[in-house]
């Protein structure tokens, strides 16, 4: 997976813009400036908007431009056409910066070239840009129609799907990566149509995207063919780690993605090297600064041509919260597997509606982290009981070689320990009530719903444990069903980890721990749950 060192011959087509802002966003745009030189050498045009005036954003650092210029790289000045308190308004300056390039491509600073786009007759079109990864903005005609009315144009008839999370809607593209001709007055067009939406009321609400809303709506008011591109051209990086084949372009965000990344933190290691000014920005920079430890070899040495996206033996456990999934994690620990309890990076994940590709990339590097330490673990558990349970049709995606578990007992045990516990019961109906929206189907929608509105406490918790058992019975297929018990999780991790007996024969004589029950949670339960409890076998 080494990164291209030199390009094939082209004519000088393309002129990349990228902003350079004072900052971070200075270093960023070098590496981008560093990388589009090695990968497609001198045959394009290179060009630095700087953000003016230095008052409001500050003054690009000598090193700065004397690196700039040593890549042959324009500087020119741009002015923020929106407002000073919207600094995603810069890049709407660059499009229309003078070149005489045919074709203009923007690129965000925080992306890194790292091999050849080519010629493909797709970009043969006057707009080409990534659909947006996410439906970060609504996707249907309600919220689009009164911002294609500010700027007079009728709404498109034409739905696309987002890239990651598949979710069909009005065009709506990320703008980190735009290829589009020159001499079309686009920039104008875009930035007439920021200006024209920005007070609308749904766009008052979620300003943020200003930038991603008004681009599809000057593609519509200039009439133009366009091509939605693959994620070749702008890969998520903070979303899906990289395996297999380099994209052309990698979006990455964050120096935390790239450190993350074998061919990306070899990129930028090298370019740090090969460059001086380079690294002593990054020097510079507390969260870019560890980039440059050469300490970790391991990680810089060029990565294997193909990655396979999930080592195997790795797991997903899940399970109905209270049903002993923290002990088979402790056991799991003891048996040298590396257990990650609730990582912070994977409930934003598990919330959106698509598969939460994040998953691969926390697996990748708990994995060389091990590697790097002298003793490598052999396997990796990620675990969360409820939000796993709840993505279960989406974790195979994400992670396909893995071995998903779902922890469940006996739900007299399991609804004691709620009401003993409170938190896992409150917590767990507020976790679904908020995000499952966007990823649950009619049916378990319009269930969960039913039991959230039940007043008797009793009977809500019943309802709830069937709720999560038909989650597991769902896949009951596709996953590994674990019957815990406390005395049990040790003989559980061995099984998973050494494969010696069947998971489901463990644990099938459940120990009654149900000594907060009364007789209306008795009733309770067993008028709703004992069907479930019989399909998962943990019926006493």
Not at 212 to 240: C, G, I, M, T, W
Not at 503 to 525: P, Y
Request: hydrophobic residues 50%; aromatic residues 8%.
């Amino acid at each position: 997976m080494s990164v291209a060192a030199s390009a094939p011959a082209r004519t000088k087509r393309h002129a990349f813009i990228f902003v350079c802002q004072a900052g971070e966003l200075e270093l960023k745009a070098l590496l981008l400036a560093a990388s589009l030189r090695r990968v497609l050498g001198g045959n394009v045009f290179l060009i630095a908007a700087v953000p003016t005036p230095a008052e409001v954003w500050g003054e690009l650092s000598a090193d700065t431009r004397t690196q700039l210029r040593e890549f042959d790289v324009t500087i020119v000045p741009i002015a923020n056409p929106l407002d000073t308190d919207y600094p995603i308004g810069n890049k709407l300056a660059c499009i229309d910066v003078p070149t005489a390039a045919e074709r203009i491509v923007f690129l965000d600073s925080d992306i890194l070239c790292l091999r050849d786009f080519g010629d493909p007759e797709f970009l043969r079109v006057p707009f080409a840009a990534k659909p947006a990864d996410l439906r970060t903005f609504a996707g249907g005609a309600e919220a689009w129609r009164p911002l294609y009315a500010a700027v007079d144009t009728a709404l498109p008839a034409l739905r696309l799907p987002t890239t990651v999370s598949g979710e069909f809607g009005l065009p709506y593209f990320n703008s980190g990566v735009i290829f589009v001709d020159n001499g079309l007055d686009f920039g104008r067009a875009w930035i007439d149509s920021a200006r024209a939406i920005r007070t609308v009321a749904t766009m008052r609400e979620q300003r943020h995207w200003l930038d991603q809303v008004s681009l599809p709506l000057a593609v519509r008011k200039l009439d133009l063919a366009y091509a939605a591109l693959d994620e070749r051209f702008n890969f998520p990086a903070h979303l899906k780690s990289l395996g297999g084949e380099l994209p052309f372009f990698c979006h990455y965000h964050w120096p935390r993605i790239v450190r993350r990344e074998p061919a990306l933190l070899t990129l930028v290691r090298d370019l740090a090297r090969t460059h001086a000014a380079i690294a002593r920005l990054m020097a510079r920079h507390e969260d870019w600064a560890p980039l440059l430890d050469d300490a970790d070899e391991a990680i810089a040495a060029p990565a294997p041509a193909c990655v396979t996206r999930t080592p195997p033996g790795d797991f997903l456990v899940a399970g109905i919260p209270g049903s002993g999934a923290a002990d088979l994690f402790q056991a799991l620990a003891r048996r040298a597997c590396i257990v990650l309890s609730n990582p912070p990076e994977l409930t934003p994940a598990l919330a959106t509606a698509g598969p939460p590709l994040e998953l691969a990339a926390l697996s990748r590097a708990a994995h060389e982290r091990s590697s790097h330490s002298g003793t490598p673990a052999a396997s990796v558990a990620i675990g969360s009981e409820l939000p796993l349970l709840c993505r279960l049709g989406a974790l195979q995606r994400a992670m396909p070689s893995a071995q998903i578990v779902a922890c469940v007992g006996d739900p007299f045990a399991t609804i004691a320990t709620w009401k003993a516990q409170p938190e896992l019961f409150d917590g767990a109906i507020a976790w679904v009530a908020k995000h499952g929206r966007h990823w649950l189907d009619p049916l378990p929608l319009a269930q969960f719903e039913r039991v959230a509105a039940i007043e008797d406490a009793s009977e809500r918790r019943a309802a709830w444990w069937w709720w999560l058992a038909q989650r597991v019975l769902d896949h009951a297929g596709s996953v590994t069903i674990v019957r815990m018990r406390h005395k049990d999780a040790d003989a559980v991790a061995g099984v998973l980890i050494e494969g010696s007996a069947a998971v489901e024969s463990l644990g099938q004589e459940n120990e009654r721990a149900d000594a907060a029950l009364d007789a209306q949670d008795r009733q309770a339960i067993r008028a709703i749950c004992l069907q479930a409890a019989a399909d998962l076998g943990v019926a006493n």
